[in-house]
Structures are given as structure tokens and as C-alpha cells.
């Protein structure tokens, strides 16, 4: 069973930063992917960084590029996401997502593994 937990978020003041973690158990395969995803109150959810694990390759959003950096650990049983240059517009509850099939990196659609979210909020 594929479990994902987020921890890390909290409230930050703009241009500050954040690192999120996601721990992951029961991925049996290493040919899978892992995104961040991202969700604003009344906004549809957002797909900002992904990482083909197998071979290191990552993607991210154009809102993030150049200010969020996803990686794993040598272990491979936690994600992160650090976050730097934080903008009030990144607030947000952030889930990791898991997919062990294969997919088009740059694709954030149907992940099927889900973590529940960590808060971050970013005042101005």
C-alpha cells in the first residue's frame, strides 16, 4: 500500500522559504514519478514540480521555476520541496502525488497516490 505524508508547511513572510517533505512507504518499483501539486481556496489545483525518480529529470511549472527545487533523498523514502523567494500568491495547501506507471514528465494528470496536505501561507 502506497502511503505519502506532507509535513513542513507553516506562515512565512514574503521572500522568505520553506522546505516540504513528503515521506513515502510501499513504492516497489524505482521506474516511478512524484509531483508537488498545489491548491489555493477557491482556485483549481495546480501541478508545479514532478521528478522521474529513475533518472533524476524534473519539470516544473512556469509560477515556480526558478524559486521551488524538488528532490529526493539518497534513501528515496522522502521528498522535498524547497521553496525559496516566497510571493503571497503561493499560499496554498500542497500535496505530493505519487504515479509507479509510466507517464509524460511534464503531465501533472491522474496521479493516483496521494498525500493529505501541509498548509503554507505567505503574508505580504
Known amino acids: 500500500q502506497v502511503q505519502l505524508a506532507e509535513s513542513g508547511g507553516g506562515s512565512v513572510q514574503a521572500g522568505g522559504s520553506l522546505k516540504l517533505s513528503c515521506r513515502t512507504s510501499g513504492l516497489t518499483s524505482s521506474h516511478y514519478f512524484m509531483a508537488w501539486f498545489r491548491q489555493a481556496l477557491g482556485r483549481s489545483r495546480e501541478g508545479i514540480a514532478a521528478?522521474?525518480?529513475?533518472?533524476?529529470?524534473?519539470y516544473y511549472a512556469s509560477s515556480v521555476t526558478g524559486r521551488f527545487t524538488i528532490a529526493q533523498d539518497n534513501a528515496k523514502t522522502t521528498l522535498y520541496l524547497q521553496m525559496n523567494s516566497l510571493k503571497p500568491d503561493d499560499t496554498a495547501m500542497y500535496y505530493c502525488?505519487?504515479?509507479?506507471?509510466?507517464?509524460?514528465?511534464?503531465?501533472?494528470?491522474?496521479?493516483?497516490?496521494w498525500g493529505q496536505g501541509t498548509q503554507v501561507t505567505v503574508s505580504s
Open positions: 521528478l522521474y525518480v529513475d533518472l533524476g529529470e524534473t
Open positions: 502525488a505519487a504515479d509507479d506507471r509510466p507517464r509524460r514528465l511534464s503531465s501533472f494528470e491522474k496521479y493516483p497516490y
